[in-house]
């Protein structure tokens, strides 16, 4: 069989490419000890409403000046609908879902995770700029999917102690 020039190159190209990017898989994976984040922490969806920190979803101001988030996403709100945090402090989201899975987009920021149902969701991130950002669910999670959203304030002079933004309509 005679297989042209030009045609052996792209097939001894094209499988090169596919060999290295095999071998960058293995080596971040293994090597590089590499792994996508996880915080892997369940909760019985049917008492989610009930559990700790979730009953009463709020922020927690803690000692070092960072915060605490706790929030419940279900149809259609998530709750507290208005967030009060600190500028520039470490801000832990903590959140969960007692029926389908939600999305949890900051907008603007990197925040961004899924809620889903019997699980919690954490990530931490910080906020340098001062001023309300929009929370929106980006997982369509039912006919009232467009009207789920949220605020979250920064503010320079965050005077509360112990759990504030509580939220109006909860």
């Not at 969806?45 to 979803?57: E, I, W």
């Not at 369509?140 to 789920?148: E, F, T, V, W």
Request: proline share 6%; hydrophobic share 40%.
């Amino acid at each position: 069989m005679n297989v042209d020039l030009y045609e052996r190159f792209w097939m001894w190209s094209s499988g090169g490419i596919i060999a290295v990017f095999i071998a960058s898989i293995i080596y971040t994976s293994a090597a590089q000890s590499l792994q996508p984040p996880s915080h892997v922490e369940t909760i019985d969806p049917q008492t989610a409403r009930t559990s700790p920190g979730f009953a009463q979803p709020s922020v927690t101001l803690n000692a070092d000046g960072s915060a605490t988030v706790h929030i419940m996403a279900q149809m259609f709100a998530f709750l507290p609908t208005e967030i009060r945090v600190p500028r520039g402090q470490p801000i832990t989201f903590r959140m969960t879902s007692p029926d389908v899975i939600h999305g949890f987009q900051i907008v603007k920021t990197n925040g961004n995770a899924m809620v889903v149902p019997g699980y919690v969701t954490q990530f931490t991130t910080r906020f340098d700029t001062p001023g309300e950002y929009l929370i929106v669910c980006n997982e369509y999670c039912g006919l009232g999917h467009h009207i789920m959203f949220s605020t979250l304030i920064v503010e320079d002079d965050v005077e509360m102690a112990g759990d504030v933004g509580a939220g109006a309509g909860q």
